[in-house]
């Protein structure tokens, strides 16, 4: 038995537990629900323990269904998107919310192909136009907006890139009291299918800088022995390198390493900003930082009022010591 809801959400628990990304798809979707006036529910692929539930409750979750061994199909996603096809079309819904990361830009044409349904990836903003919803996304390298209007007649499936999906919890969400369901699919029918036969995780050295969890940068305040020192602590502790403007023009680093609105934007979980001055279009590539920290000797400098956390301080002080302390933590360059 599946919860009657007009909208899913579909919500990994890695470890059995949310993570950032899960929380902020929880609480994007109490806020679609809202002025939408739609009714919404979680679909998990496994089921939550207390603590998990009493999260999910905490971002207004009014349901949960709990996909039976769903776990089991993780690493063959195209049998678990004709699951959770089977599930939507169960709980008679008609919009399919999921995260833009590997899980869910799998999965989200594999359902939109099961269940004959229209796709718009990346979905920037979501707002109603008299009786439909207008949904945008970046197109032309994020140059316009492409717009389109959807009327409900069709079930459609929609992705959420995750750097805008904040965890915050608003005072306009109000804590529920979650109904947990168990669904059991029929047998998906055996045949050819891809999948997974290992997990490989990502190296922080050659990574996108888009989907870098550690971030440190560069900026024109670091000379070349400091950078030297900076590359070696960032091999060390395992964290990926990103530079300003000014250190790739010097040649010291690619293209792909640079951070702001003309290179990467960047939406890492901790971002340490060394001798970057903060121009406006560095702070615009990495505003939705979730933590920022900055090292500059320019105590007016227009990074400090943008980072959570600032020191006064000369990197030809500061980077050695983190490298000494790296090295008798890691025994030496990696």
């Known amino acids: 038995m599946v919860t009657p809801v007009n909208m899913l959400?579909?919500?990994?628990?890695?470890?059995?537990?949310?993570?950032?990304?899960?929380?902020?798809?929880?609480?994007?979707?109490?806020?679609?629900?809202?002025?939408?006036?739609?009714?919404?529910?979680?679909?998990?692929?496994?089921?939550?323990?207390?603590?998990?539930?009493?999260?999910?409750?905490?971002?207004?979750?009014?349901?949960?269904?709990?996909?039976?061994?769903?776990?089991?199909?993780?690493?063959?996603?195209?049998?678990?998107?004709?699951?959770?096809?089977?599930?939507?079309?169960?709980?008679?819904?008609?919009?399919?919310?999921?995260?833009?990361?590997?899980?869910?830009?799998?999965?989200?044409?594999?359902?939109?192909?099961?269940?004959?349904?229209?796709?718009?990836?990346?979905?920037?903003?979501?707002?109603?136009?008299?009786?439909?919803?207008?949904?945008?996304?970046?197109?032309?390298?994020?140059?316009?907006?492409?717009?389109?209007?959807?009327?409900?007649?069709?079930?459609?499936?929609?992705?959420?890139?995750?750097?805008?999906?904040?965890?915050?919890?608003?005072?306009?969400?109000?804590?529920?009291?979650?109904?947990?369901?168990?669904?059991?699919p029929a047998e998906v029918t055996a045949g050819p299918t891809a999948t997974v036969t290992t997990r490989i995780p990502p190296d922080p050295k050659t990574v996108d800088l888009i989907d870098a969890e550690v971030i440190f940068s560069a900026g024109k305040g670091c000379d070349e022995t400091t950078f030297a020192q900076l590359q070696e602590l960032c091999k060390l502790l395992n964290v990926s390198l990103g530079v300003t403007r000014p250190v790739y023009d010097d040649g010291w680093c690619g293209f792909e390493r640079m951070v702001g609105q003309t290179g990467r934007t960047v939406t890492p979980r901790f971002y340490l900003a060394l001798g970057i001055s903060g121009s406006m279009h560095h702070l615009g590539g990495i505003k939705d930082s979730k933590r920022i920290v900055a090292v500059n000797t320019d105590p007016k400098a227009p990074i400090f009022p943008n980072a959570d956390d600032g020191f006064v301080a000369d990197l030809r002080d500061v980077v050695p010591r983190l490298l000494d302390r790296a090295r008798a933590a890691y025994g030496g360059a990696a």
């Open 9 to 184: 959400t579909i919500v990994d628990l890695p470890d059995n537990a949310l993570d950032d990304t899960s929380r902020g798809l929880l609480s994007y979707s109490t806020r679609l629900a809202g002025f939408t006036h739609a009714s919404w529910g979680a679909v998990t692929m496994t089921t939550p323990t207390d603590e998990t539930v009493a999260d999910f409750a905490a971002y207004g979750a009014p349901a949960i269904n709990c996909l039976s061994n769903g776990d089991a199909l993780l690493d063959t996603p195209i049998r678990l998107g004709k699951v959770l096809a089977q599930l939507s079309v169960d709980a008679e819904a008609n919009l399919i919310l999921l995260p833009h990361n590997d899980l869910g830009a799998t999965l989200a044409p594999i359902l939109a192909a099961t269940l004959g349904a229209g796709l718009l990836t990346e979905v920037i903003s979501v707002r109603l136009v008299d009786n439909s919803l207008q949904l945008s996304r970046a197109a032309v390298g994020g140059r316009i907006a492409e717009n389109r209007l959807w009327n409900g007649e069709r079930t459609l499936i929609i992705t959420i890139p995750v750097r805008l999906l904040s965890q915050v919890l608003l005072p306009s969400i109000r804590p529920s009291k979650p109904q947990i369901t168990e669904w059991q």
